[in-house]
């Protein structure tokens, strides 16, 4: 069973618990502090543990889980994007009052997310999938005295529902045709069996995993609920479902897509190369009609969410290295550019409209550098590591003969830099309004910590890319180990 290989989710697990306990439990106001305090250092000592567990493949009960160097580097992605929502809770309203739950619910989601990316089974995947969004189904509708976040907790739960029986359908087909809902066992089969690749069974299995998998990254044209979705959740659930979603995700296509069923790639590389085509150009083009910067963010993820399937579309380790790699920088620019929305949430009201960010960069110059550098990451300008990020994903199109992806990106990515620099440009290039100014509440370092934090993670991983790309490297080719 080799059950001590499957320490990490041991540790998130019992912080999950023990925080939603702390939710029954009466506390003095001395220890108000403790679920964030839980929650904290369960992440903590997870990371720690992942870090250690770094190494060749274990395999723990009966081939159910794989803790190897791919599931672990994404378990590298997905904690601290997790820890970074639980420091932006420090003094968030949503969080007021059910502090314990909002800790639990993110540390469950957060387990979700690791479990599905050391998914070695399709039902263990499920699972793992399922967790994270009944979790954030809950997180999206937290703030319950707002109207915004009870229509968001309702339209996330409608469109997940109908993800989750696409994907069980789905891998109901893929069990059918291969017998086995084994991972390693699905790769087997079908490496042995002649004519396999056209099967219908299989290439309806594949377009419904597809499909449902499309829903969880927020792909054209199954993103339908991820504007208002974003929107209306409380900012620090937006910054998780932007990250530690996306992460998970594109694990779980990495695993489906790079690792399972590479040996029929000619039927899905075509679709899924068609999905990052028509997600790059939706994505960008509506983010240019945004005049809300958390739902031009969220549109900006779907495009993003394009930029990513490059990496599964492509369907090699090269591919799946880009990806992980832009994944690291991806989070990064993203959890720092949220921590400045809800920095600016938190002075003034309407506090997420481009409106309220006019000469901010004067009146706060370090937040305007920050948002600054995250903006022009996300837009892919050289030398930061979004650049070197997208540089690697259309690198490894080309090399796959899938030029055209390439071309599509590089024009959206174009387009993306106009809506980015739109809101720099608000930022410096006016002079700050008083009355927008007007500090309402006092933002909690933690924010500002993670803003920090994110925007040097962004110059750093540009730094030094290549020992992070070696990494990757290692944790690519993991998913082909038999």
Same mark, same amino acid.
């Given at each position: 069973m080799n059950a001590g290989a499957a320490l990490t989710l041991y540790v998130m697990s019992a912080a999950t618990v023990l925080a939603l306990v702390l939710a029954v439990v009466p506390l003095p106001a001395a220890w108000r502090r403790l679920p964030e305090w839980v929650g904290c250092i369960g992440i903590v000592a997870t990371l720690a543990i992942a870090v250690v567990q770094w190494g060749d493949r274990q395999v723990a009960f009966a081939g159910e889980l794989h803790i190897d160097r791919f599931s672990l580097l994404l378990t590298w992605i997905i904690l601290p994007a997790a820890l970074a929502v639980i420091l932006f809770s420090w003094g968030e309203p949503a969080a007021a009052g059910r502090r314990a739950e909002f800790v639990g619910l993110v540390l469950a989601a957060a387990t979700g997310m690791m479990l599905t990316v050391m998914s070695g089974d399709l039902i263990t995947l499920f699972i793992g999938i399922e967790l994270l969004s009944v979790a954030l189904y809950v997180l999206c509708a937290i703030e319950v005295a707002r109207a915004r976040s009870l229509e968001s907790g309702i339209k996330y739960l409608i469109t997940g529902s109908i993800g989750t029986a696409i994907l069980i359908y789905g891998f109901a087909l893929l069990y059918g045709v291969t017998g086995t809902t084994s991972l390693d066992g699905v790769t087997a089969r079908l490496a042995t069996i002649d004519g396999m690749a056209s099967d219908p069974l299989l290439i309806a299995a594949i377009v419904l995993i597809v499909v449902a998998l499309g829903f969880k990254a927020s792909a054209v044209p199954f993103h339908m609920w991820t504007p208002d979705v974003y929107? %209306?959740? *409380? $900012? *620090?659930?937006? @910054?998780?479902? %932007? $990250?530690?979603t996306k992460a998970a995700a594109m694990g779980a296509f990495l695993l489906l897509f790079t690792g399972a069923t590479q040996q029929v790639s000619g039927d899905w590389r075509a679709l899924i %190369?068609?999905?990052?085509v028509v997600t790059m150009v939706v994505g960008n083009v509506g983010a240019l009609m945004q005049q809300n910067v958390k739902r031009m963010l969220a549109w900006s993820s779907i @495009?993003?969410?394009g930029y990513l399937l490059i990496g599964v579309a492509v369907g090699t380790t090269a591919g799946a290295e880009?990806?992980?790699?832009?994944?690291f920088a991806y989070v990064a620019m993203t959890l720092a550019a949220f921590a400045i929305v809800i920095l600016?949430?938190?002075?003034?009201e309407s506090g997420d409209t481009l409106g309220a960010f006019t000469g901010f960069g004067r009146a706060r110059p370090w937040a305007g550098v920050v948002m600054t550098i995250t903006l022009l990451g996300l837009a892919g300008f050289p030398p930061l @590591? %979004?650049?070197?990020?997208?540089?690697?994903?259309?690198?490894?199109?080309v090399d796959a003969g899938m030029s055209w992806l390439a071309i599509v990106g590089a024009l959206a990515s174009v387009v993306s830099v106009v809506y980015y620099l739109r809101v720099v440009i608000v930022m410096w290039s006016q002079a700050p309004d008083g009355q927008r100014t007007a500090r309402r509440v006092r933002v909690p370092a933690s924010v500002a910590a993670v803003a920090v934090a994110g925007a040097a993670a962004i110059i750093a991983l540009a730094i030094? @890319?290549? *020992?992070m790309l070696d990494l990757c490297a290692d944790a690519a080719r993991a998913l082909t180990i038999p």
């Amino acid at each position: 069973m080799n059950a001590g290989a499957a320490l990490t989710l041991y540790v998130m697990s019992a912080a999950t618990v023990l925080a939603l306990v702390l939710a029954v439990v009466p506390l003095p106001a001395a220890w108000r502090r403790l679920p964030e305090w839980v929650g904290c250092i369960g992440i903590v000592a997870t990371l720690a543990i992942a870090v250690v567990q770094w190494g060749d493949r274990q395999v723990a009960f009966a081939g159910e889980l794989h803790i190897d160097r791919f599931s672990l580097l994404l378990t590298w992605i997905i904690l601290p994007a997790a820890l970074a929502v639980i420091l932006f809770s420090w003094g968030e309203p949503a969080a007021a009052g059910r502090r314990a739950e909002f800790v639990g619910l993110v540390l469950a989601a957060a387990t979700g997310m690791m479990l599905t990316v050391m998914s070695g089974d399709l039902i263990t995947l499920f699972i793992g999938i399922e967790l994270l969004s009944v979790a954030l189904y809950v997180l999206c509708a937290i703030e319950v005295a707002r109207a915004r976040s009870l229509e968001s907790g309702i339209k996330y739960l409608i469109t997940g529902s109908i993800g989750t029986a696409i994907l069980i359908y789905g891998f109901a087909l893929l069990y059918g045709v291969t017998g086995t809902t084994s991972l390693d066992g699905v790769t087997a089969r079908l490496a042995t069996i002649d004519g396999m690749a056209s099967d219908p069974l299989l290439i309806a299995a594949i377009v419904l995993i597809v499909v449902a998998l499309g829903f969880k990254a927020s792909a054209v044209p199954f993103h339908m609920w991820t504007p208002d979705v974003y929107q %209306g959740a *409380p $900012t *620090p659930v937006t @910054a998780f479902m %932007g $990250t530690g979603t996306k992460a998970a995700a594109m694990g779980a296509f990495l695993l489906l897509f790079t690792g399972a069923t590479q040996q029929v790639s000619g039927d899905w590389r075509a679709l899924i %190369g068609a999905l990052a085509v028509v997600t790059m150009v939706v994505g960008n083009v509506g983010a240019l009609m945004q005049q809300n910067v958390k739902r031009m963010l969220a549109w900006s993820s779907i @495009a993003q969410a394009g930029y990513l399937l490059i990496g599964v579309a492509v369907g090699t380790t090269a591919g799946a290295e880009a990806l992980i790699y832009y994944l690291f920088a991806y989070v990064a620019m993203t959890l720092a550019a949220f921590a400045i929305v809800i920095l600016r949430e938190r002075e003034v009201e309407s506090g997420d409209t481009l409106g309220a960010f006019t000469g901010f960069g004067r009146a706060r110059p370090w937040a305007g550098v920050v948002m600054t550098i995250t903006l022009l990451g996300l837009a892919g300008f050289p030398p930061l @590591a %979004g650049f070197i990020g997208k540089f690697l994903l259309f690198g490894s199109a080309v090399d796959a003969g899938m030029s055209w992806l390439a071309i599509v990106g590089a024009l959206a990515s174009v387009v993306s830099v106009v809506y980015y620099l739109r809101v720099v440009i608000v930022m410096w290039s006016q002079a700050p309004d008083g009355q927008r100014t007007a500090r309402r509440v006092r933002v909690p370092a933690s924010v500002a910590a993670v803003a920090v934090a994110g925007a040097a993670a962004i110059i750093a991983l540009a730094i030094w @890319a290549q *020992p992070m790309l070696d990494l990757c490297a290692d944790a690519a080719r993991a998913l082909t180990i038999p």
